[in-house]
């Protein structure tokens, strides 16, 4: 389902979306329209899982051990790589 929102835009922004719809960028306004704000949307919700990342880690911060073994694990991790295919 979708629902129709109308909103006032400057003519220079209007204009600057009819410029990238003649491109060939998009197929129509609401295409441009549509996709700039689920960018907003991803990007305020990757900035909410980073301050709960951040609050989580300042509430558990990692530990002696806890750093030991990612050390170990990147390590491990790297002399597991089959470096041969890559070069």
């Known amino acids: 389902m979708t629902t129709q929102v109308?909103?006032?835009l400057p003519e220079e922004v209007v204009a600057a979306v009819d410029q990238?719809?003649?491109?060939?960028?998009?197929?129509?306004?609401?295409?441009?329209v549509r996709q700039a704000l689920e960018a907003?949307?991803?990007s305020a919700e990757r900035r909410r899982i980073d301050a709960a990342f951040a609050a989580g880690f300042s509430r558990l911060p990692e530990g002696d051990a806890e750093l030991r073994d990612a050390m170990r694990?990147?390590?491990?991790?790297?002399e597991d790589e089959p470096w041969?295919?890559?070069?």
């Not at 990238?20 to 441009?32: D, K, P, Y």
């Not at 041969?84 to 070069?87: E, H, V, Y």
């Open 6 to 8: 109308a909103v006032k």
């Open 20 to 32: 990238l719809v003649r491109e060939g960028e998009f197929a129509n306004r609401s295409q441009v």
């Open 40 to 42: 907003l949307l991803r």
């Open 73 to 78: 694990l990147a390590i491990e991790s790297i």
């Open 84 to 87: 041969d295919r890559w070069w």
